[in-house]
């Protein structure tokens, strides 16, 4: 639950200015005849207000929360009449009052041209109407509600269980509403009982963020855009990874998720990429808390796995709200780490309340295969043998082509396969919907909550047990949270919080072009083979069943020696080609984690203007891993196992001097405090290849053993200050600075100063003359620097390691650095890369904030990135890492917000839109590119270009003559460019997400489009189809189908003289046959034919719910109950490329986006959600 929530009781019910709660029928004398003394210099209205209501008995009553209670103000005044006094005070704060029997109420004045001065009283007598207002999301009662005869200023507030009981004039209508609600305006008719929804405002929840290093400020006081997602976002239609859940939900952020299971990592990109050699990720922050979000897996060229990141341990149950910190100016005071924007979560605390909270969550969904795979399924196993298409004869043939779809059409014959048995050469099916499971995950939640006025506390559980569409292969996690909020002697508060978090991953599938990745061995499974029979034998799934023939065996061997039973069972004569089943049911792979999220701050209130803070927070977890290539593995017939240990901790420690108090109109809000961080990280490895005894898989029983040990540690200590200056409530200018020392660097070069500097107007409440359809506007400009630490610990260290070698009888090392190992040379100048950014907006809203439009525009620059540079071996060394590069963001974002329909049904919609424009501006000097990733199929690769793009995919392309015809060889396939040159770009143009709520009469239905646009992806996988013939394009130029036709020239002289002759006719079978396994080739490729628009627009998620009316469960001790149905990747509306999600990638690694190769599928995921409070 929001604290807003709680911010809306305290300010509604405690304090003065809420609507008094008893009925108003008696007579008091008239403003004009109650006289009064005052002599009040320069204090608030709310205590001028209280000194009134104590010399007169006439309460107030404020139900406008735009009304600054906290303005200074002057009132002298001697034996001068009430109403006079308010008169003064309407003048000078452009207020308006009026007086309903006992209750004075205080409104904003609506803008005029002219001054009017408002001061009205009136008596009614009214009839009695009652009722309950509840939350229409979960039931629960709302106390502090205003309840107001519209039109007047009579009116109530709920009390703590939502009931209120209010007179009301024949023919009035009831106006209800509360902070962080949408508000209902009723008529009472000939009713005497009115019970009442409210719906959540989404656009006033957000009336206070949290910001950098923790500390809460008002939304209209910023210089900068940030936007806040409410954890409800998160808990339904979950994901196992929070930071997937960001899509398509924040304005200039694109949130990318690899196809690699339900324990994968999220890449998360905040308004372009700004360095060359990093990641390019934000700093997480939880509670005030910096945590690590490293990756310990990462796909590549020759495979690899994604085994998570840092974000999979929050629980999604514990968080209360995700503020995205986006420009340089949010994240400036976290200096060096701000570089890349910030992601603060901020987890749930407990509530005053009678008794103690429960609350019990239940999420569970199926994940069914999204297949989007459409394949031709006409031509089996087979090959192309002297030029004619043929199927296996042999199982030695089988065998050979087992990868191969170029056989002839499939007309039911019987044909020997691959294990020697024949089997009629037909169709077998959707091998996808045979080896793929449903996968499926439950979560269960229980939490307890509850406190007094001087402590409250939270503590929650969590327990998640999910299963991949893979076989054998899931992720369990457990969450425990603690939140303590204790005060002592009111000016002291204390509170702690803890997160520990238990994570187990089974068999985590491998990606890319690893032996063991299942899904490119179901992939390539001809058409004709059904993949059930590559299971072998019964009890070792995948292997070499018992009782095999001799002549098989020898099959099986390859030319080399026979194979046994029990080992691999190769579905084709290549070894890296892995049995699906092998790798999923006899090859191991696991990793556990537990982690430990801990802080303590301390607050103390020195006066009511003057604070003092301190906090210490701690990151720390463990990681072990193990891997198994069991004995008799197709490529590792000795097998061999892997051990692993990471242990990481990092502290942060922070302490706070606070100053706010105002002056007049002019209020100062301002801070200094210090910051020391430490991080220390270190691994054991261990690995054991070809084991001695048979089926004994311990790394003691391996011939040969490698042991491995890293460590490093590291520190910032930093000083920062923040002062905001407010005048009036409506200009605000701030700025910020902060200092980094850096343990890393050279001592004359790890001092950095971090600055800002922004100012906002909101001229909504400054311009009177503004129309009345205006209800907020705010004009915003900041300017900040701030920086990106990517700096190896030891960079300005030499390093060595022992080589192995003895001299003397002592152990011989070599240096890390020295050029035999294309080493680097520290560099003692080396410091981190600038970020500098300016970002321009505004803000308005309309209609009394039931629309509104959020735009920015920013202007980023990233200098003195850090590249490695050739250096000459002369030296004695390779290369040097240099501050040199230069890469630029320039881009807008735009936030609509709307509710067209308000009242007992209620329709709210968002809709978000961001546009990006990258350019690398400068690299080494003498150099105008940097490779980064490349696929499998080594026909592409991931460079930044000077003037490009970040991540130009660049390929070859079919050559042509000056004049543009495509030039072919005298074999009719395509002429291939020497060179690798720009033919795309796997970032998009733009992004965005549309959100809409809509809600009637306890029911709610929510759904999440998202969309990006523009951006490519050259797809290996595709490439590999058709190089197998899988593809249906593979189908064109084959025996009985369309021919496949050419029109260019040749070249029929030399490269250096060429003679072109024009070419325009169709291929032979044969031909065709060559020119899809060289175009799908690696030299030979034409790259574009593979190139696909990334494009995409996708029903992202989908929650239906009912919460049940509170007299439903009156004579229960149920206080809210929710039931929804949810969904999440439902469909995919619009995509551009064949056979595979537009999403997928197997690496969340920076310079592999756009590339794709044998990810996994996509899912469907869907189920319930089942939500109870108590």
């Known amino acids: 639950m929001s604290k807003l929530f709680f911010y809306g009781i305290f300010v509604q019910c405690l304090v003065g200015s809420v609507l008094h709660a008893n009925n108003g029928n008696a007579q008091k004398a008239s403003i004009e005849d109650v006289y009064l003394s005052l002599e009040l210099e320069n204090i608030t209205l709310r205590e001028v207000f209280e000194v009134i209501s104590t010399k007169t008995e006439f309460d107030f009553a404020f139900n406008d929360s735009r009304i600054n209670k906290n303005t200074k103000i002057s009132v002298k005044v001697e034996n001068e009449s009430l109403g006079n006094v308010l008169r003064d005070i309407s003048k000078n704060k452009r207020l308006k009052f009026k007086r309903i029997d006992e209750v004075i109420h205080v409104v904003k004045r609506e803008k005029s041209l002219f001054r009017s001065i408002d001061v009205e009283e009136s008596i009614i007598q009214q009839q009695s109407v009652s009722g309950t207002v509840t939350n229409s999301e979960d039931g629960e009662a709302l106390p502090g509600v205003s309840v107001i005869v519209e039109g007047t200023s009579q009116g109530t507030v709920t009390d703590i269980d939502g009931k209120y009981s209010l007179d009301v004039p024949d023919g009035g209508s009831l106006q209800f509403s509360y902070i962080g609600f949408l508000a209902q305006t009723i008529p009472v008719g000939n009713q005497s009982v009115i019970d009442i929804r409210l719906a959540p405002d989404i656009k006033q929840l957000n009336e206070v963020v949290v910001t950098a290093l923790g500390v809460e400020r008002e939304t209209k006081a910023l210089q900068y855009s940030v936007t806040e997602v409410g954890g409800d976002k998160f808990t339904e239609a979950r994901e196992n990874n929070v930071g997937n859940a960001l899509v398509g939900r924040v304005a200039g952020v694109n949130v990318s998720k690899p196809s690699s299971g339900p324990a994968g990592s999220s890449r998360i990109i905040i308004r372009g990429n700004k360095t060359l050699g990093g990641q390019n990720q934000p700093l997480y922050v939880v509670d005030g808390v910096p945590i690590d979000n490293s990756g310990f897996g990462q796909a590549g060229l020759w495979g690899g796995s994604d085994e998570g990141d840092g974000l999979n341990s929050i629980n999604p149950d514990d968080i209360e709200s995700i503020t995205v910190l986006k420009g340089a100016n949010a994240a400036a005071l976290y200096g060096s780490r701000g570089g890349n924007g910030v992601i603060n979560i901020t987890t749930k605390t407990g509530s005053t309340r009678k008794g103690i909270g429960i609350e019990f969550n239940s999420n569970y969904v199926v994940d069914r295969l999204y297949d989007q795979s459409d394949l031709q399924n006409k031509y089996g196993a087979g090959n192309y043998v002297n030029g004619v298409a043929t199927k296996p004869g042999t199982a030695q043939q089988a065998f050979q082509w087992g990868n191969q779809s170029w056989g002839t059409a499939m007309d039911g014959s019987q044909v020997v396969q691959f294990d020697g048995v024949e089997r009629p050469y037909s169709f077998a099916g959707d091998n996808f919907d045979r ?57 002291l508060t204390l509170n702690t919080k803890i997160l520990y978090s238990h994570e187990y991953a089974k068999n985590r599938p491998r990606l890319s072009d690893s032996p063991s990745n299942s899904v490119q061995s179901i992939w390539r499974t001809p058409p004709s083979i059904n993949v059930d029979t590559y299971k072998g034998d019964p009890n070792k799934p995948g292997a070499i069943p018992a009782g095999t023939s001799d002549e098989l065996l020898a099959v099986y061997g390859q030319g080399g020696d026979p194979k046994v039973p029990g080992q691999e069972l190769l579905p084709a004569a290549n070894n890296w080609g892995q049995n699906p089943f092998w790798v999923t049911q006899v090859e191991k792979n ?79 809000n301002a801070f200094a405090g210090g910051n020391k961080m430490t991080r220390r990280s270190e691994r054991i490895s261990a690995i054991g290849n070809r084991f001695s005894v048979q089926f004994f898989d311990a790394i003691n029983n391996a011939a040969t053993r490698n042991f491995g040990y890293n460590f490093s540690e590291s520190g910032i200590n930093s000083v920062y200050g923040s002062a905001e200056i407010g005048y009036d409530g409506f200009l605000f200018l701030t700025a910020t600075a902060r200092n980094d020392w850096f343990s890393v660097l050279n001592p004359d070069y790890n001092s950095i100063l971090y600055p800002s500097i922004g100012a906002s107007y909101i001229f909504s409440d400054h311009i009177e003359s503004l129309p009345s359809w205006l209800s907020f506007g705010k004009v915003r400009a900041s300017w900040a620097q701030v920086g990106i630490a990517n700096i190896n610990p030891y960079a300005a260290n030499l390093t060595y390691s022992l080589n192995g070698d003895t001299h003397l009888g002592y152990n011989m090392a070599t240096f890390s650095s020295a050029a035999g190992n294309n080493g680097s040379i520290p560099n003692p100048e080396l410091q981190p890369a600038t970020s500098t950014e300016m970002e321009l907006g505004f803000d308005l809203r309309f209609f009394d904030n039931r629309f509104g439009i959020d735009f920015t525009y920013y202007d980023q620059s990233t200098t003195d990135d850090i590249l490695n540079a050739t250096i000459s071996r ?193 291929l032979t079978v044969e031909e065709a046959n060559i020119y899809w396994n060289r175009v799908g080739g690696e030299s030979t490729a034409i790259s574009t034919m593979f190139l696909y628009d990334a494009s995409f627009i996708k029903l992202r998620q989908m929650t239906l719910g009912y919460s049940f009316p509170r007299s439903m469960l009156a004579n229960t001790p149920i206080q809210r109950l929710t039931l929804s149905l949810v969904g999440r990747n439902l469909w995919v509306i619009n995509k551009n490329i064949d056979n595979v999600d537009p999403e997928s990638g197997y690496s969340n690694n920076a310079g592999a986006q756009g590339l794709e190769y044998f990810a996994l599928p996509a899912t469907r995921s869907y189920g319930f959600n089942l939500r109870v409070g108590f």
Not at 968 to 977: E, H, I, K, R, V
């Open 874 to 1066: 002369g030296s004695g060394f390779g290369s040097t890492f240099v501050n040199i590069g230069e890469i630029s963001n320039k881009g807008v974002e735009i936030l609509l917000t709307g509710t067209p329909i308000q009242g007992d049904f209620t329709w709210d919609i968002s809709l978000n839109f961001a546009k990006n424009n990258n350019k690398v501006v400068s690299l080494i000097e003498g150099s105008d590119e940097l490779s980064a990733e490349e696929p499998r199929t080594r026909n592409v690769r991931i460079k930044h270009i000077v003037g490009q793009p970040f991540g130009t995919i660049t390929g070859r392309v079919q050559q042509t003559t000056p004049d543009g015809t495509p030039i072919f060889n005298d074999d009719g396939t395509p002429l291939a460019s020497a060179d690798y040159v720009p033919i795309g770009n796997g970032v998009p143009d733009f992004t965005g997400g549309l959100n809409n709520t809509l809600s009637w009469k306890g029911f709610n239905l929510d759904f999440l489009i998202d969309f990006k646009s523009g951006g490519d992806i050259f797809s290996g996988t595709n490439n590999r189809l058709t190089q197998w013939g899988l593809h249906q394009q593979s189908l064109i130029g084959r025996e009985g189908e369309a021919p496949l036709h050419i029109k260019g020239v040749e070249n029929t002289g030399t490269t250096d003289a060429p003679v072109y002759t024009p070419v325009d006719r169709d």
């Open 590 to 668: 696991s990793d556990t984690r537990d982690r430990l999220i801990a802080s303590g701050s301390l607050r103390y209130d020195i006066t009511d203007w003057l604070y003092l803070s301190g906090r210490v927070g701690m990151d720390w977890f463990t990681r072990r891993d193990t891997g198994l290539t069991p004995e008799g593995t197709g490529y590792n017939l000795g097998g061999s196992r892997t051990e692993g240990e990471d242990r990481v901790r990092e502290i942060n420690m922070d302490w706070m001097l606070g100053f706010d108090k105002s002056f007049g109109k002019i209020n100062i």
């Open 435 to 491: 080896f793929f499971e449903t996968g499926q995950a439950w979560t269960n939640s229980l939490s307890f909550s509850g406190g007094g006025d001087n402590q409250t506390f939270r503590f929650s559980m969590s327990d998640l047990r999910s299963e991949s569409i893979i076989p054998n292969s899931g992720y369990d996690k457990t969450n425990l949270s603690l939140n303590i909020n204790s005060k002592f002697a009111k000016k």
